[in-house]
């Protein structure tokens, strides 16, 4: 698919990418689409500094963290990136990243990914042009708030890294988005991933009705509606919700347990449902929910979450599949996703990769990003093609 982008702005510096060992996959997909978009673009005269270097084979800048025996590390970048704008990914989330400390395989945690992110940035030493973070999962994102005597580890976070010089963190649905205030000052995006979602569903679904008397949204908890009054917007449904009734006299790993799940809404008999939400842990809130969404007649269950963890395995959702409380997970590819979870009959995948490349593309020509971060348009135009078609093409060029 051609590159259709109007950027008519001249490049912030040398593009360059780094992938930590936690995203390289998702950072190779990316380069592909920058590499084949610059080619393809029309240019300028080559003799413009302002586009030295514009066409690469590889935007790639390979960097590495070397682990001792003992488990401490250092960061290292084995090219100059002098003057270059410096995309950073990292998945703190990426558990399949073993290292051997004291003659085990130790799997890295977020805590070390995080590490490892500023080992790199300060391996850069200050060299490059700009610095920006790619952090689809925001490190400590859930240890957002403080109650009682509690460490406020998300916003030390990002404070952390702007003090080391990034400019800009570019985030995916931050379970709140009010942290950026922990940084008024400095570049904050927070990206919601509904495009993809809604391309996932519709093209691997083909007889859904998209009406509020055979469609409906749920919101798991009170924390996620915004997430479902945007999405039914776009479909022009109904939206419903679940209050969570926990037990604050207990902590159980980490968080007080959940007591019972209450419905609030219209009626769900006969219709399919779409729970949606930032992220499946373990996943056993939300697959209580959709079974009690069964119990009230409804016909299938949609479960939409930018992150899929699946902390407690695939056993659970299986047994779910099975059971039929779920007709299909999608989740994004921001975080690592295990080959078995890939061929399970009931998992789709939202890919996120040519999205991050058009933000990397007009944050280094430093464009605006605004209709990027509003594809109300783009909802639009897939949602009607469906309603007239029931799929959706791969014609449609924008993200």
């Known amino acids: 698919m051609p590159d259709s982008s109007k950027l008519v702005t001249v490049p912030v510096g040398r593009l360059g990418i780094i992938p930590m060992a936690s995203c390289k996959e998702m950072g190779e997909r990316v380069d592909q689409y920058l590499v084949r978009w610059r080619r393809e ?66 799997p890295m945690s977020p805590d070390e990914h995080y590490a490892d992110l500023k080992r790199v940035i300060a391996a850069a030493a200050g060299k490059a042009t700009r610095i920006n973070v790619i952090m689809p999962f925001l490190y400590e994102s859930r240890q957002h708030k403080r109650n009682s005597r509690e460490s406020l580890d998300s ?23 009010r942290v950026m205030n922990a940084i008024p000052v400095s570049g904050f995006e927070n990206v919601m991933p509904t495009y993809q979602f809604i391309k ?27 997430r479902a009054i ?4 776009h479909f022009g449904i109904d939206v419903g919700m679940f209050y969570k009734r926990r037990d604050y ?16 809404g219209d009626s769900v008999d006969g219709k399919d449902v779409i729970i949606i939400d930032d992220m499946i842990a373990s996943g056993e809130s939300m697959l209580d929910v959709a079974k009690k969404l069964k119990a009230l007649h409804a016909k299938r269950v949609f479960c939409l979450a930018t992150f899929g963890l699946f902390t407690a395995g ?21 975080t690592y996703q295990d ?4 061929k399970r009959p009931w998992y789709e995948s939202a890919d996120m ?42 014609n449609y060029t924008p993200v």
């Open 230 to 233: 945007y999405f039914a917007n």
């Open 249 to 264: 006299s207990k902590i159980v790993n980490g968080k007080n347990p959940i007591v019972k799940h209450e419905f609030l």
């Open 41 to 106: 673009r029309s240019k300028p005269d080559n003799t413009d500094i302002h586009f030295t270097g514009y066409e690469k084979d590889s935007y790639i800048i390979k960097s590495e963290c070397p682990r001792f025996s003992s488990g401490e590390a250092k960061g290292t970048i084995k090219e100059s990136v002098r003057g270059t704008d410096l995309y950073i990914l990292v998945d703190v989330c990426n558990y399949n990243i073993e290292y051997n400390m004291r003659g085990r395989m130790v």
């Open 314 to 334: 695939l056993d659970i959702f299986d047994k779910a599949y099975e059971e039929g409380s779920i007709e299909k997970i999608i989740t994004t590819n921001v």
């Open 353 to 394: 990769s040519k999205y991050i490349a058009i933000i990397i593309d007009h944050l280094n020509h430093d464009a605006s990003i605004s209709d990027l971060l509003d594809p109300r348009e783009r909802i639009q135009t897939r949602v009607n093609e469906y309603r007239q078609y029931h799929t959706i093409s791969d």
């Open 200 to 226: 996932s569903l519709l093209r691997s679904t083909s007889d859904l009705t998209i009406d509020k008397d055979h469609l409906m949204v749920i919101s798991p908890d009170e924390g996620a509606m915004h």
């Open 339 to 342: 080959p078995e979870l890939l």
């Open 155 to 177: 916003a030390l976070a990002l404070k952390e890294l702007v003090d080391y010089g990034v400019t800009n963190i570019i985030t995916f649905d931050a379970h709140d988005p």
